[in-house]
């Protein structure tokens, strides 16, 4: 919504169109975790595409509000690789995972404060 509202502010008209259902089917546990650890190393490269071309085209403002998304990216990485190791860690330990589950579900979500 972020990337959405920026282009509008902007002037920019927007059409959103449908998005496909997934059509992944996980072989185990940690396949998700490693197809979330794919789609992060995704979504990082179109947003530094993006900014390459912002760079390029010298819009500085653009470049401002993607910084946050290129830090944030980092984050979400990172946070990737470390689900990674910690089911490396539990395997199939029943407690193990209802510990990293409770971890997960006690993340609160912070709304970004960027000036659009």
């Known amino acids: 919504m972020l990337f959405y509202r920026y282009l509008l502010n902007n002037g920019i008209k927007v059409q959103l169109e449908a998005i496909d259902k997934p059509d992944k089917v996980f072989a185990d546990k940690k396949a998700p975790l490693a197809a979330t650890l794919e789609h992060e ?15 390029e085209a010298r819009d500085f403002r653009s470049m401002q509000f ?40 006690a993340r609160v979500y912070s709304a970004p404060s960027l000036v659009l």
């Open 41 to 55: 190393m995704y979504v990082t490269s179109l947003i530094n595409d993006i900014y390459a071309a912002a760079y």
């Open 66 to 105: 993607l910084d946050w998304f290129v830090k944030e990216q980092g984050e979400e990485e990172k946070n990737a690789n470390d689900l990674i190791a910690k089911m490396d860690l539990f395997g199939d330990d029943a407690k193990g995972l209802y510990m990293l589950n409770s971890e997960l579900g």
